[in-house]
Structures are given as structure tokens and as C-alpha cells.
């Protein structure tokens, strides 16, 4: 059919079949052949021959990718966007310019909290596509240093949304905003850029690299308040916590705490450019379940509880795992698995993120062969086997 766009004729060729069945034949992502079908995104060669084959369409679908395809009216209309923005750059950044900007990272940093990864990144990536625009034209050195203070951090939402996803790409926008900070000379841009990334590191297991940023962090700070020492003295306090460093691990609590109290009230709120008593509080319980102290580790678990709002799912939910954890620590398997279970069943599923996952496995990991074969645990494991689907594709 001579008129049918790519997605039209896949969508045809699907039939019966659930966009589930085709996306495992053609092993991608559910949400991709959504996507292709709708025609939001454009597949490449291998993509079209998997599906080509996984269909039986012989060729077909490839006939269909390689037609000459006119601009759909959206494609235009983004088209002529970028052309505007193009021209507005090209004149100059006002104030007023550079300080929406600001508001723009200002609110990606607050939806962290609650806006379901995959969502957020097709959002970031979008308006960090706009800025590179802007960024390609001249601008005198204040404005340059200006914006990219804002590249440096949409390069981290980036980053940070990209590790809750478990995709090693976030590695690659690390580098990207570590050098945008250091390009703008501005060290609370650097100290936060090095205690995100510290973050990664723990996430990916490497403790003493994450102690390394850490402390990195809080040097370039130079005792300035602000919250990328915030940030990263509880991460450190976690990383020697990990390695049963106990009174390191204390001793990075205490400097937490200092650093919570110094900052600005402004700053001292739920948002990824903030930090808050809620996350002290999930950070220490953390650290206090590292050490396998339960009851410290409780105490802090549920003030982070009270402090938190339900729409921040991420770090709520984490925090039940680690109670959950608390619980093996103790002994008790079964109510371990079942307080996990019922963290998981209670998550949205656009919030079942590879992190919350991974920390979930950790928890089935470390339980004993013997009690492998309780309900509980069993249950728990049904849970963690059901299928997430992801906006990313692999």
C-alpha cells in the first residue's frame, strides 16, 4: 500500500499478534515497536530486518523503510521550531533568556522525585537538543559561562536518569557535565557534577571509587555550602558503610548533618539540585543497614517515612528494601521477602526501574539456601520476574 508510513504497514502486518510477541521475536523493546508503529522514531537496518523476519512479511517491511516518505505535519512543525530557535540564538541571549533556562533545569531537577524515568528522559533529551542550538552561536563569555552551567547540569539529569535505568550510557553524559562545569569555571556546578556521579559508582559497586568523587565533591567546595558537599557526605558515609568502615562511615554522617544544616532553605528541599532532611534520613538508615544496625538503622527509616511524600516513589520504595534488609539481617527471611513484596506490588509500574530492581535482587541474593523455598521468598521472586518495559532501546 503505496500510502502506508513505515508504522502504518508494520501495525498492519502485526495482525493478531500483541506488540509484546513481536517485540520478544525481534528481541527489542516492547515500548520501541510502539514507538515504530506510531512513527515516533525512525528503526534502523537491523531493527527493520528482525521485524522484517519476526513478521514473515518477506521484505515487505523493508520495502517499506526504504520508500521516500513525505514530512508528516508534526515532523514539519518540529522542523520549523528548530529553525526559530535557531534565529533567537543566533541574536543573542538576554537575561531573561538565560534565566528560563534556569527555570527549565530548575523544574527537571524537582520531577526527579516523582516523574517516572523513561517519561523524564525523552524531555531532557529534547530541550538539551535546543540548548546545544543555542550553544553552537557566539555569546560573550558571561553568558557562555552562564549556560553552560545549565548545560552541566541537564547533562547530569541526563546521566542520573540514565543510571536509575541501568543503561551504561549514563557514563558517557558524566564526562559531558563534568567538562560543561569545568568549561563555566564554577565550582558548585563541579562539587554537584562529582557528587552525582559518586552516586554511580556506589550503584555500580565500586565503593572506594565512590568515596574517591565523594570526597572529590567536597574538597572542590572548599567549605562553601553548597549541595553538592551535601550530597556527597552521606554517599560517602554509605561507601564506607558498604565496606564496614564504621567510624568513617560515622564520622561522613556527622558531616552530613553539618552540611544539611549550612545549606540555604532554599536549596534544602526534594529536588535533584537540593538536599533535604528526607534524604539524610533514607541515607543514614542506609548507612546504619550497611552496619547491620537494625535499630538505628529503623529509626532513621521511618522519620524518612514521615518526611517523604507519597508521590516520591524512587526513594520510599528504597527505603523499604533496606528495611526489608534489615529484617534478613535479623534473621527473620520470611518477613524480610514478604516486607519487599509488598513494597514492589504497592510501586507503579512506570516506576520499576532497573535500580529498584537491582536492589531487590539484592535482597533474594543473600538469602540462605535453606530458606530459598519459603512461600515468602518465592513470592518475592514471582514479583522481580515480571517484565518492566522500558522507553530506552537497548
Known amino acids: 500500500m503505496d500510502s502506508e508510513t513505515f508504522g502504518q504497514t508494520l501495525r498492519r502486518l502485526r495482525g493478531d499478534l500483541s506488540i509484546r510477541d513481536v517485540a520478544n521475536r525481534a528481541k527489542c523493546g516492547k515500548s520501541y515497536v510502539s514507538a515504530l508503529e506510531h512513527d515516533r522514531r525512525t528503526p534502523s537496518p537491523a531493527v527493520i530486518i528482525a521485524l522484517d523476519e519476526a513478521l514473515g512479511a518477506r521484505g515487505e517491511l523493508i520495502a517499506a523503510a526504504c520508500k521516500p516518505s513525505r514530512p508528516s505535519v508534526l515532523e514539519r512543525a518540529e522542523e520549523l521550531r528548530r529553525g526559530m530557535t535557531d534565529v533567537l540564538a543566533s541574536g543573542g541571549m538576554s537575561d531573561a533568556g538565560i534565566e528560563d533556562w534556569e527555570r527549565v533545569v530548575a523544574r527537571y531537577g524537582r520531577a526527579t522525585r516523582y516523574r517516572p524515568e523513561a517519561d523524564l528522559l525523552a524531555d531532557l533529551l529534547s530541550d538539551f537538543s535546543d540548548l546545544l542550538q543555542v550553544l553552537e552561536h557566539r555569546h560573550p563569555a558571561a553568558v557562555r559561562r552562564k549556560l553552560s552551567v545549565v548545560a552541566a547540569h541537564l547533562s547530569g539529569l541526563v546521566a542520573l536518569t540514565l543510571l536509575k535505568l541501568g543503561d551504561d550510557r549514563s557514563r558517557d553524559w558524566w564526562r559531558t557535565g563534568r567538562a560543561a562545569a569545568a568549561a563555566a569555571e564554577d565550582r558548585a556546578a563541579q562539587s554537584w557534577m562529582y557528587a552525582q ?27 562553601e555550602p553548597y549541595v553538592g558537599a551535601a550530597l556527597a557526605a552521606p554517599l560517602e558515609a554509605r561507601a564506607h558503610a558498604a565496606l564496614r568502615r564504621g567510624d568513617a562511615a560515622d ?25 533535604s532532611e528526607s534524604q539524610l534520613r533514607f541515607h543514614a538508615g542506609n548507612t546504619w543497614t550497611h552496619l547491620r544496625q537494625s535499630g538505628r538503622a529503623w529509626q532513621e527509616q521511618q522519620r524518612a517515612l514521615e518526611l517523604y511524600s507519597e508521590e516520591e516513589h524512587t526513594d520510599r520504595t528504597l527505603i523499604h528494601l533496606d528495611w526489608a534488609l534489615c529484617l534478613a539481617h535479623d534473621g527473620d527471611t520470611a518477613a524480610a521477602a514478604a516486607h519487599a513484596t509488598t513494597a514492589l506490588v504497592a510501586l507503579p509500574h512506570e516506576h520499576r526501574s532497573h535500580l529498584i530492581i537491582e536492589r531487590a535482587r539484592h535482597l533474594t541474593n543473600s538469602v540462605p539456601a535453606s530458606r530459598l523455598k519459603l512461600s515468602e521468598v518465592r513470592a518475592l521472586k514471582e514479583v522481580l520476574a515480571l517484565p518492566a518495559d522500558r522507553d530506552v532501546e537497548d
Open 251 to 275: 564520622h561522613a554522617l556527622r558531616r552530613a548533618e553539618e552540611a544539611l544544616e549550612r545549606l540555604d532553605p532554599e536549596l534544602a528541599t526534594a529536588s535533584a539540585f537540593g538536599y
Open 197 to 223: 556521579e559518586s552516586y554511580a559508582l556506589y550503584y555500580d559497586g565500586d565503593m572506594i571509587g565512590a568515596i574517591e568523587l565523594a570526597q572529590r565533591a567536597q574538597s572542590v567546595a572548599e567549605g
